[in-house]
């Protein structure tokens, strides 16, 4: 059986916004669902696949997209997502092909996403900034993201009191990506750079040293504790047939071991002994690496006293991701903005009729 239930929605003449329909109690301006089917949809695309949700509610995805964004604005005008923002997260996130990123913000001491937008250039973060004005951006006290200039120089302009921490795992990975440039400069060192046109099978003829260099290759990146014992007598053969990378493995432990260490003190003491080893390595790789790091030694030494990174933050970005894919034919970033806020952000819509 169907039911179909009609009301009179007047028209009125606003003085601000001309003729317009009247304001029901019962469905939000613009929508073409009532309030209590918006709010199941938004629950339902939250808690469900995308397959259920269209199923259920018998609704195009696209039309789903339109309410999250709704519910999500309604949410914003009655609760305030920066009410006693201190310690906040700020990376980006790529949500579609050809360059197209997010700009989220996380809030340290509650653990939720409280910021959104698409974009991740000075522009982008000055509008979250611009919302959360300027005594609020007064009271942030600490900040942290990975070294990109464009969120330093936003934050140093808009929070100049506020501490700015680099990502400990973003440091760290300047090494791991010096590590494997040394390691691709020895396997191409070792099969000579040329392939064997003679062979007939078309099958390219590398030494035996530059076949084992291309497999090594995880258990060089690996953390010393997570590696198998086949990968523990990889690094022992790289040890005896290959000083230089093996010096670069060692380079890319110490930093990280920087950051394992509990005393402030003793952290910052053996990372200006690992720039000055990196400084000598006769690596250029790493040589560059110590460059970076004494640039960004003022929010690395703030990461160690403080002992704050972006893991929220990359946490956050993990579930984001998964949204993304549940998101795929919304026609904006909006209401991929909007679900994720929903489901992330502390005030995700309840059942209609279930506190």
Known sequence: MRV????????VNCREHGPTVAQI?????????????DDTVAWLAVHASKLAVTELTRI???TVGSILTRVQTDIDASVDRFAGLARIGIDEISY??????????????????????????DKTLHRFFDLLGETRCGAITHVSADAAEWIKRVVSARCPNAIRCADPFHVVRWATDALDNVRRQAWNEARGGRPDHANQQRRL??????????????ALLKNPENLTDH???????????????????????????????????DAKHALDHWIQWARRSRLPAFVAVQRRVVANRAEIDATLEHRLSNALVESTNTKIRLFTRIAF?????EALIALALLALGGNSPALPGRK
Do not use: C
């Not at 913000?105 to 653990?111: C, S």
């Not at 034919?329 to 970033?333: A, H, I, N, T, Y």
């Open 25 to 37: 109690p019962w469905a939000r301006h613009g929508a073409g669902h009532t309030r209590s089917f």
């Open 329 to 333: 034919g919304f026609r904006s970033p």
């Open 205 to 218: 003829t590398y030494p035996k040293k530059a076949h084992s260099l291309k497999r090594v290759r995880f």
């Open 231 to 265: 990968q523990r007598a990889s690094l022992d053969w790289i040890a005896k047939t290959d000083p230089r990378m093996h010096r670069a493995y060692l380079l890319k432990e110490g930093l990280r071991l920087v950051f394992a260490l509990d005393n402030t003190d």
């Open 4 to 11: 179909f239930i009609e009301a009179d929605a007047p028209r």
């Open 96 to 121: 579609k092909r050809h360059h197209k990123f997010l700009t989220v913000v996380v809030d340290h001491d509650t653990g939720r996403l409280v910021w959104a937008a698409a974009g991740r250039d």
């Open 60 to 62: 195009a995805w696209r």
